[in-house]
């Protein structure tokens, strides 16, 4: 049975982010370290927040890939820990504001199961703040922007996943083990076609596919 | 329902020391419906597990699989090849399941991932509340189906003590969650019956020979024996 009080899942405020960071890891950061980190995105929110973050040119770290959902709810402990086993280097998810869940609280279970991950990978030996759970709305382009350079800065500071090994995709493997669940990755119909830029960061064909 | 918790990691990690070929064997019964060892559970500890050797630079083969009961020897036919090829199984089934397996594919070293922990009932999702210890000579037919051989902390037959105030049990303390006296409760149940008067029967001491205190048990239905 889980315990309800054994880790605090992060916020999205930076200032907290900033501190685990800098508490997990107080080695120097390696500049040519170049993290792969893979994003669980709900389809009505983060997803298109990804899509207006390209549409308005925002800048933010081509590190990560996408994986679109229907939900966050539909993400389950599995996918995360199959990411990770995979050397994901971190993995976040991105669902609706809370109270604003297109399935009502698909995004408060996604939290819950990321709290399970975090406790999970501590009795494993890795650092728990290589998966996060955010929160955004569909307008919130520059929020997706900021989470992206956040998270990524967060991954660097804490340096590779110990897992990592050649050869192996994480987004790959991520995209796999949420193969039943995850949505395919063209743009929604009705959503405004991604910049050139984003697309570059929010497309990556998974060699799973 | 039987449930059970998951070990902690570093307890299993014990039982599965130096250990080449392991497979995580959950089972898709009672500890499934507990979310403790079904399937997905059994997937997410073989994750651990994996991860934790890669960690530790430890080359090991770690597969999951689960059966659809652990507790009968027709479905562990349906798993004897991953069995059978691996150094040690994990089992994530009850006692029982754990225990068929470890009896079926004898001497295979068979460990248990979980601790099998009551026969609870679920109270909402995710909070599972006992109710029942097995005892083999149920009398909750006088008790208002209160059952105060698990209920009541002092399993008294003949209740309330004197430990009991404002409807909760004296073992509750500040550190604990509130208990329920059973005797109160079951006061309470009786007299929404209308059958108050059972209270001032006397009831002799229990037969405990019919509980586990009397050797293990074993029960045969002759008529249903195949012919």
């Keep these: 049975m889980a315990e309800p009080d054994a880790v605090v899942v992060e916020t999205t405020g930076s200032e907290g982010a900033e501190a685990v960071a800098a508490e997990a890891s107080p080695k120097p950061v390696d500049p040519d370290f170049e993290p792969e980190i893979i994003v669980f995105a709900c389809h ?18 081509s590190n990560i890939r996408m994986i679109k959902l229907p939900c966050t709810g539909k993400l389950e402990v599995i996918h995360l820990l199959r990411a990770i086993e995979a050397g994901a280097d971190g993995v ?43 929160n955004m709305s569909s307008a919130q382009g520059a929020e997706f922007a900021r989470v992206a350079t956040e998270f990524t800065d967060r991954i660097k500071q804490l340096g590779p996943n110990p897992l990592r090994r050649h050869g192996v995709s994480p987004h790959a493997a991520a995209r796999e083990a949420a193969g039943d669940v995850a949505m395919p990755e063209e743009a929604p119909a009705g959503a405004s076609a991604p910049a050139p830029d984003a697309a570059s960061a929010t497309t990556e064909k998974g060699p799973a596919e | ?11 299993i990690l014990d039982l599965v020391a130096g250990k080449k070929k392991i497979l995580v064997a959950g089972c898709d019964t009672c500890v499934a419906v507990c979310l403790t060892g079904g399937e997905k559970e059994a997937e997410i500890l073989a994750s651990e597990l994996r991860m934790k050797a890669q960690a ?48 079926k594919f004898a001497p295979k070293l068979v460990m248990p991932a979980v601790n099998t922990n009551m026969l609870g009932m679920p109270q909402e999702h995710a909070v599972w509340l006992e109710r029942c210890v097995a005892c083999g000579d149920c009398r909750i037919g006088l008790t208002g189906g209160i059952c105060p051989v ?29 208990i329920e006296c059973a005797w109160h409760l079951i006061w309470d149940r009786l007299k929404a019956q209308g059958r108050e008067e059972l209270m001032l029967e006397l009831r002799p001491p229990k037969d405990w020979s019919k509980s586990s205190s009397g050797g293990p048990r074993k029960m045969v239905r002759e008529e249903a024996k195949p012919v």
């Design chain 1, 44 to 61: 009505y929110c983060a997803y298109a927040a990804a899509d207006l973050a390209g549409s308005m040119r925002l800048q933010y770290p």
């Design chain 1, 92 to 134: 976040y998810a991105a669902g609706c504001l809370e109270g604003e869940c297109h399935y009502l609280k698909g995004n408060l279970w996604a939290r819950q199961r990321i709290g399970q991950v975090k406790r999970l990978l501590a009795e494993v030996g890795l650092e728990p703040e290589r998966v996060e759970m955010y």
């Design chain 2, 1 to 11: 329902m039987i449930t059970a918790e998951r070990k902690p990691f570093d307890e």
């Design chain 2, 56 to 103: 530790d630079g430890r080359e090991v083969e770690i597969e999951h699989t689960a059966a659809i009961r652990q507790c009968e020897w027709e479905y562990l036919d349906m798993i004897a090849e991953k069995v059978e090829a691996a150094d040690v199984v994990l089992s994530m089934a009850c006692g029982i399941g754990i225990q068929s397996m470890a009896e």
């Design chain 2, 150 to 178: 698990v209920r009541c902390s002092k399993s008294l037959m003949n209740g309330p003590c004197g430990g009991s105030h404002d409807g909760l049990c004296e073992v509750t303390t500040p550190e604990k969650e509130e």
